[in-house]
Structures are given as C-alpha cells and as structure tokens.
C-alpha cells in the first residue's frame, strides 16, 4: 500500500508551550517524521509494481555517464551541405546553423528559404541533436530579404489572369512562412545568437526561434513598409506574444524604426545581451550544452507543450498536457533523474537514450 502523506494534523500543533529544550526536541522530531515518510513514499515509487512498463533496477552510473555532456571539436554536421548555410557540430548534441553569406550580408536569397526548411527537418529527425545554436556569419546577423535575387519571384509571379497570380503568390508566400514555422515545429530547442543587423526576414526568423541572445551592437528592424509590404512570414504574427506591448510593436512594425541592444532586452525581446559576438556565442553554445544534459523526452515535450498553450486556453493546454503526459511519464528518464538524485550525483552525469 503507498504509504500516507497526511502529515499536517501532526506536524501543525503549536510548539508555544513547551520549553526550549522540549520544543527543539519535537520540532526534530517532526522533522524526523517527515523526511521518513517521504522516504518511504519515494522507495515505493521506486520499488512499486512496475504497471507502468518501467524497468526500475538500479545500477551504479559508470564513468562513460559522464562523458556525454563533454564538448567535442566543432565538425561539419554529415548531410547538411548547403549554399546559404553552414551547420557544425558545435559539441556533443549541439548543433550551428550559421546564415553563410558573409559577403551578402547574410542576406535570404532563394536558396537560403528552400535550405532553411531542408535543414531543420533533418534536425528534427536528428536522434543526437539535442539543441541548436543559430547565428549570422561575418559582420551581421542577416540584412533580410535578397531582393536583387528573389525579384523575379515577388514582381512577376506566374499566371494568365489576376486570379491565377493571386493563387501563385499565395502559394509562395505560403513556402515562404514555412522557413520560419520549421523551427518552431523542430521539437528541438533553438538558441537565436544575434550580432549587427538583424532586418526585416531576420526579425521573422529569431521571433521563431525559442530563446534570443544578442550582441551590444545588435539592431533590430521590422524593415517591410520600406519596401512597401507588410511583414507576411511571421514578424507580425509572434512579436506581439514574445514582447507583450501591441502599441511597441505597432511603432517598429510601422516605422521600420531601429530598435537598439538594449531596448530589445528591456522589451523582453531578447533575454540576454552580452559585450560583444564571441561572448553571446559562448554563453548560447553554454546553454545549448546544458540543455543537452537534461532527458530529450522532458526537454522536447515541454517545448511542445508550451507552443500547444501558447495558441490555446488553459483549459485546452492542460487537456494536451493530460494527454501528452499519460505517455511520456513511463519513460525511463525519470527513474534515471532520481537515481542520480538519491546518490547526490549531478544530473549531468546522466546517460538518456537517444529521441
């Protein structure tokens, strides 16, 4: 039988009365109680009936545990060849994306919307990618869209009367949102490290991204009604969820004015800005490796889960959250948590299966 929790009637009498010596005693005591009968509730956790399908032998984490976690030197990440980017692996279960047209000022060309979808699919089904860093090569994140290159696309679509290019360019602009909504489909954390420039098409891809870094001489600018069209692939869209004030938005979105390092930390749009770009990188490839350590089947469903209730009411969110959880909660990366809990071990030295 599961042992009782109800320990509030015994541990909630006034101590007033007694003396010092006896109230220190007691108090002890009950401290005593509890941390046994949590104990106990642990152990039969641990130890119950295993109706939920787990294996709960414990065995002692080997030194190999450990180095899981450990860094490795940065290599091309096999079957990612691109022109518009370049993916390392940056350490072990970390991969870079970098925008990879320095002299282009990292600009979106024709190539760069059809690889960015390519490339994080293949992330996605990726079993040993954990997280993922995304950053801009050269002297800036990206200066937006390549206009000189996708013209010819965006002026003069396909079509034999009005009906059939609307229906053509709806279908583009359509591909084109899909670049950006591929990341937030990646189950797969990602860290957007942002250095110079980031233009039109780059607000649309961080705001798709999970965390924002930035350098301090980072710019941001939703550049659209300067080339006279809305924002249509997702700025629009995520900004106002990400920093919570429509009248902000509403004046980036229709000014195209520049919004400064430090404005976009103090808006909420990025949550940390750091002295330069070789520090922001540090600190994302930092925290892309902590990510890594914890279990892939935690980490990729809570950010499922909070994309579902983002779009959701509570009420939906927790339904999903049921649902989701009725299935992962028999995943061994529990028992393997609480092991290396109980034997005061860091859950870095934790060995999870591949997802």
Known sequence: ???????????????????????????????????????????????????????????????????????????????????????????????????????????????????????????????????????????????????????????????????????????????????????????????????????????DLITACDIRYCAQDAFFQVKEVDVGLAADVGTLQRLPRIIGNQSLVNELAFTARKMMADEALGSGLVSRMFPDKEAMLDAAFTLAAEISTKSPVAVQGTKVNLLYSRDHSVADGLNYMASWNMGMLQTQDIVKSVQATMEKKELKSVTFSKL
Not at 9 to 24: D, E, H, I, Q
Not at 41 to 69: I, K, V, Y
Not at 171 to 188: D, H, N, S
Request: with cysteine.
């Open 1 to 203: 039988m599961m042992p009782s929790l109800n320990m509030a009637a015994s541990c909630a009498r006034p101590l007033g009365f007694l003396s010092g010596y006896a109230r220190n005693s007691v108090a002890m005591a009950a401290a005593m109680a509890v941390s046994h009968r949590l104990r106990d509730l642990l152990t039969w956790r641990l130890t119950a009936p295993t109706h939920l399908g787990l294996n709960l032998c414990f065995r002692p984490m080997g030194s190999s545990a450990q180095n899981e976690a450990s860094k490795a030197a940065p290599s091309e990440a096999p079957d990612h060849n691109y022109e518009s980017l370049r993916v390392t692996a940056a350490q072990r279960h970390v991969l870079h994306v970098q925008l990879n047209r320095p002299e282009k000022r990292n600009a979106m060309n024709k190539a760069f919307w059809r690889e960015m979808v390519e490339c994080f699919n293949k992330i996605a089904q990726d079993a040993d990618c954990r997280a993922v860093v995304i950053s801009g090569a050269g002297k800036m994140f990206t200066a937006g869209i390549d206009l000189m290159d996708m013209a010819s696309d965006l002026l003069q679509p396909e079509g034999d009367d009005a009906a059939r290019i609307s229906w053509n360019l709806r279908g583009l602009i359509a591909r084109y949102q899909e670049t950006f909504t591929v990341i937030e489909k990646c189950p797969k954390p990602v860290i957007a490290a942002i250095h110079g420039g980031c233009i039109g098409g780059g607000v």
